[in-house]
């Protein structure tokens, strides 16, 4: 149960850069595991990356690896994705989520990489 909604996305030329924002509501935040998870037009959602309840272990998806940084903020229950060197293969929807597979995830924010 609970919401969480992103925010950020938006159209970004290839080597750009965005933060992905997302606020969690009506669940106790800090116990959970989060994830950020997308999905690509005509693909599958694949899980990009997941943060320990404290913030003090994360773990990336091998392609966004060493250009995504995420973090989080119990105080704000908010999560954050940054993404940096952005390529048109990063193009997707994407979702804050409490599982690796995003069944249970926001309605996401659209990320396009395009020149």
């Known amino acids: 149960e609970g919401q969480l909604v992103e925010s950020g996305g938006g159209l970004v030329q290839p080597g750009g850069s965005l933060t992905l924002s997302c606020a969690a509501s009506?669940?106790?935040?800090?116990?959970?595991?989060m994830f950020w998870v997308r999905q690509a037009p005509g693909k599958a959602i694949e899980w990009v990356s997941h943060?320990?309840?404290?913030?003090?272990?994360?773990s990336y998806r091998e392609p966004v690896k060493g250009r995504a940084t995420i973090s989080r903020d119990n105080t704000k229950n908010a999560l954050y994705l940054q993404l940096n060197n952005l390529r048109t293969d990063d193009t997707a929807m994407y979702y804050c989520a409490k599982d690796p597979l995003g069944r249970d995830r926001g309605r996401g924010t659209q990320v396009t990489v395009s020149s």
């Open positions: 943060i320990s309840p404290t913030g003090d272990s994360t």
């Open positions: 009506g669940f106790t935040f800090s116990d959970f595991v």
